[in-house]
């Protein structure tokens, strides 16, 4: 069992179209990332989410963190072929870890069609 | 963009031979992980370091071993290679505890035949 569920797993969208991806959790985390992930690279950090509610924007990047810090989610406005990759998400659970350890969800490949 | 370093990048070897991968990194952050990617599973923990000679079983840790002997250099020993270890590794290092994200290498494609 993931602790960490994210969905969908696979979104393929046209040039334009707008998108959400989530990541859920019955766990509190005390931060959660998101990442970005291209073919052949490493995971790259878009942005951290530390307070209940919080919410960030990156360009056309929203990022929302749950109340309960126990979900989040990714918004994409007028997606962009750019945009493909793999997105995802990664928290620190509140309890019981030292030394930074995260985990991860399965991620979203996001395939954004011209 | 930070230095970290991963070898080999890729790396076909065959059933129960060793295989070391290096993870090098020049930004003097404490703590380094080792973890695997395969289709379906994200990435998931291996091992960790949060210093030199420190380090710690993370959730798959089986059939791997680690070593840390300097700041800079966390290494990761499969003892013997079995197909299941078929998989990108990658390194990622933290300056601090899980805030403030990781930066992950390149990574390293594995392949056992």
């Known amino acids: 069992t993931q602790l960490l569920e994210q969905s969908p797993q696979f979104l393929s969208i046209q040039e334009g179209e707008n998108l959400t991806v989530y990541c859920n959790s019955s766990s509190v985390f005390s931060s959660l990332q998101w990442y970005r992930q291209e073919p052949g690279e490493g995971p790259v950090l878009l942005v951290t989410?530390?307070?209940?509610?919080e919410v960030k924007k990156l360009k056309r990047l929203t990022f929302q963190f749950g109340d309960a810090r126990k979900d989040s989610s990714l918004h994409i406005t007028a997606a962009q072929p750019g945009d493909t990759g793999l997105y995802l998400c990664?928290?620190?659970?509140?309890?019981?870890?030292?030394?930074?350890?995260?985990?991860f969800g399965q991620g979203t490949i996001l395939t954004v069609h011209p | 963009d930070a230095g970290i370093t991963q070898s080999p990048r890729h790396k076909v070897t065959e059933t129960g031979t060793p295989v070391t991968l290096r993870c090098h990194q020049t930004?003097?952050?404490?703590?380094m992980y080792w973890y695997r990617q395969d289709p379906g599973h994200g990435l998931r923990l291996i091992h960790y370091s949060y210093g030199v000679k420190d380090t710690d079983k993370g959730e798959v840790s089986d059939g791997y071993s680690v070593s840390r002997s300097k700041t800079e250099d966390f290494l990761l020993t499969l003892e013997s290679a079995t197909s299941s270890q078929t998989s990108v590794y990658f390194c990622?290092?933290?300056?601090?505890?899980?805030?403030?994200?990781?930066?992950f290498g390149s990574g390293t494609r594995l392949t056992v035949v």
């Open positions: 989410v530390v307070t209940g509610g």
């Open positions: 990622a290092i933290s300056e601090v505890a899980d805030d403030y994200g990781y930066t």
């Open positions: 930004e003097n952050h404490r703590y």
């Open positions: 990664a928290g620190a659970l509140i309890l019981g870890t030292s030394y930074g350890k995260l985990t």
